[in-house]
């Protein structure tokens, strides 16, 4: 297949942005929501996604659907990307952690929102080409850690936000510990076949809340041993 041009990839990515908000309207009553911030549909607008997934692979970049990336790991579908980040509710002097960098297009989308991103990958592999990718295209605001996602970045915290693009069957200890009081965690958490996303709030007294959104599908998180 020819390879689409700039602006075929362009034209392709503003209507998987329009697709994206017919989806929250679909779903509004079930995640309790009908549209996304502006600022997260500029952020999706913005980014080259095709950049992000393998070479033979980008005629297909801005299809709602997963993507596979190697290292059995897939780029999220376009809708669970933007309604993963609305969730988070990024203020723009956010310190960001990311869990999972897969070949960073998610992080691409949280960069162009929070001040600093710091995101970990556990598959050394996904990480070296995803800081190639990030660091071409002029990020500048991202740092990049190889290791257990569920150990978090310890040396960094504590972070405003915390985004997990891997399922753990519970929440990680460390992830909560690393987050500020008034901070706030997205995160699909549960069995294989028993996953919600949740919205994990740390209160300026320490509590935590937990709200669940939807039923999802995401790879497991892995632990090193």
């Known amino acids: ?45 913005e980014v080259p996604r095709h ?3 393998p070479p033979e692979l980008r005629h297909v970049a801005y299809a709602d659907s997963p993507i596979p990336i190697g290292c059995d790991k897939t780029v999220s579908q376009p809708f669970m990307v933007a309604l993963m980040t609305d969730l988070l509710d990024i203020e723009p002097g956010a310190k960001m952690l990311e869990i999972g960098t897969g070949l960073g297009y998610h992080a691409a ?42 150990q978090g970045w310890p ?11 891997a399922a753990p069957e519970l929440l990680p200890a460390a992830l909560i510990q690393q987050l500020r009081p008034g901070g706030r965690m997205v995160v699909p958490a549960g069995l294989p ?5 949740l919205v994990v709030d740390k209160l300026a007294d ?5 709200r669940e959104v ?4 995401f790879s497991p998180l892995i632990k090193s041993h």
């Open 206 to 210: 320490g509590r935590i809340t937990t």
């Open 155 to 165: 040396e960094q915290a504590p972070f405003d936000r915390i985004l997990v693009a």
């Open 109 to 150: 989308i949280l960069a162009g929102l929070a001040e600093t991103v710091f995101t970990v990958e556990i598959h050394e592999e996904l990480a070296r080409e995803a800081r190639a990718r990030l660091e071409a295209l002029g990020y500048d605001n991202i740092s990049f850690k190889i290791g257990d996602g569920a």
């Open 1 to 45: 297949m020819a390879n689409p041009s700039e602006a075929e990839f362009t034209q392709a990515r503003l209507s998987m942005v329009e697709l994206v908000q017919v989806y929250m309207q679909l779903s509004s009553t079930q995640i309790d929501r009908d549209h996304l911030d502006r600022r997260v549909l500029s952020a999706m607008a």
């Open 51 to 53: 950049n992000f997934v």
């Open 214 to 217: 939807l039923q999802v599908v």
């Open 193 to 197: 076949d028993d996953q919600q996303l």
